[in-house]
């Protein structure tokens, strides 16, 4: 499975992005995704994730009422949009994949992802 995050880019406090994450290489609607982040001098951390069928999203305390994870099988596609963005939201932003049907529980979870897109960075500042 090859990921292709994009999307990121600088934006002011208060706004909005969308981050895109095509996939090929796979069925894509056999596929749970998922979204994480990496801040500079922190390890990376979950953001949010979507099952395969696009139900059960759970979403890190961080950005749960403030993001919004979706996918489009039909493009192959899974999308994050961000908004009301904070300084603290800056990372780069990972898209990962795994067909292994995860229980929800388990979908925050790095370790259980096998296919990891290149990284997008988002940058919130004034």
């Known amino acids: 499975v090859q990921l292709q995050a994009s999307g990121g880019g600088l934006v002011q406090p208060g706004g909005s992005l969308r981050l895109s994450c095509a996939a090929s290489g796979r069925t894509f609607s056999s596929l749970d995704m998922g979204w994480f982040r990496q801040a500079p001098g922190k390890e990376r951390e979950f953001v949010a994730a979507?099952?395969?069928?696009?139900?059960?999203?759970p979403y890190s305390g961080s950005v749960k009422g403030r993001f919004s994870i979706s996918r489009d099988n039909a493009r192959t596609t899974v999308y994050l949009q961000m908004n009301s963005l904070k300084p603290e939201d800056t990372a780069i932003y990972y898209c990962?994949?795994?067909?292994?049907?995860?229980?929800?529980?388990?979908?925050?979870?790095?370790?259980?992802?096998?296919?990891w897109g290149q990284g997008t960075q988002v940058t919130v500042s004034s």
């Open positions: 990962a994949a795994t067909g292994r049907g995860l229980i929800t529980s388990t979908m925050t979870l790095e370790r259980m992802y096998d296919y």
């Open positions: 979507i099952r395969k069928s696009g139900g059960s999203t």
